[in-house]
């Protein structure tokens, strides 16, 4: 039982390149989000998708696009990294669109440094 | 919009302590509380969630508290271990339960 995978672990761009960030979760899990972490900014909602087809801006979408390719995988794209989204990315997943009273599952993370 | 704080940042007890982490949130239309842990190097796992109808939530040697109206949450940790050593987390919900705001974090030590 994989849970919520995140691809790349790992990652280092140089200013004005692009790339994708993937999730997959093998929980047949409705809603899924991205999250970054920042010492001192805590854990931030870049985007969110309550269910398959449907995306959301949350906190700090700025710079950053996503894709529900189905039910399973959500993908973060950074059109034109900067040094500024160099964060830890997390991919989360919650089991029950009609009642939010279910735990949220966390990938391992994606470290990405933008140079 | 929700509001998140925890303190302390960081704590440091010896071996076999009680203790008590505090999350404190901004408004009191909570539609859940969930604590989590956060390993170096890892993505966060949960703990414990309370549903906005209850006030306490226990698993083992853990039991996490909620009082909407004081707008405050506290975990309490009973007979600590150095593998409870880590990053704990609280995160509110807004009222439609469908987007959780983070506090930053206490990073626990137990010491041996």
């Known amino acids: 039982n994989a849970g919520v995978t995140q691809t790349p672990k790992f990652q280092v761009l140089k200013t004005g390149q692009s790339m994708t960030l993937q999730c997959a979760q093998d929980?047949?899990?409705?809603?899924m989000y991205w999250y970054r972490q920042d010492p001192g900014m805590g854990l931030r909602l870049i985007y969110y998708?309550?269910?398959?087809?449907?995306?959301d801006k949350g906190e700090v979408p700025n710079g950053y696009n996503v894709s529900r390719l189905n039910k399973r995988e959500f993908s973060l794209r950074l059109e034109s990294a900067a040094p500024s989204q160099t964060s830890v990315y997390f991919c989360a997943s919650f089991r029950d669109r009609a009642s939010y009273n279910s735990p949220l599952h966390f990938g391992n993370g994606t470290r990405l440094t933008v140079t | 919009k929700q509001e998140v704080t925890q303190i302390p940042a960081a704590l440091s007890v010896p071996e076999g302590e009680n203790l008590v982490l505090n999350c404190s949130f901004t408004d009191s239309a909570i539609y859940n509380l969930q604590w989590f842990r956060q390993d170096p190097g890892k993505g966060l796992t949960s703990l414990l969630l309370?549903?906005?109808?209850?006030r306490e939530q226990t698993s083992g040697r853990l039991n996490a508290s909620l009082d909407k109206s004081s707008g405050r949450s506290t975990l309490y940790i009973a007979a600590s271990q150095p593998g409870d050593s880590a990053t704990y987390l609280c995160?509110?919900?807004?009222?439609?339960?469908?987007?959780?705001?983070f506090g930053e974090g206490t990073q626990l030590t137990v010491n041996p």
């Open positions: 309370i549903q906005s109808s209850q």
């Open positions: 998708s309550a269910s398959e087809g449907t995306t």
């Open positions: 995160a509110g919900s807004e009222t439609s339960g469908s987007r959780l705001t």
């Open positions: 929980m047949n899990h409705n809603s």
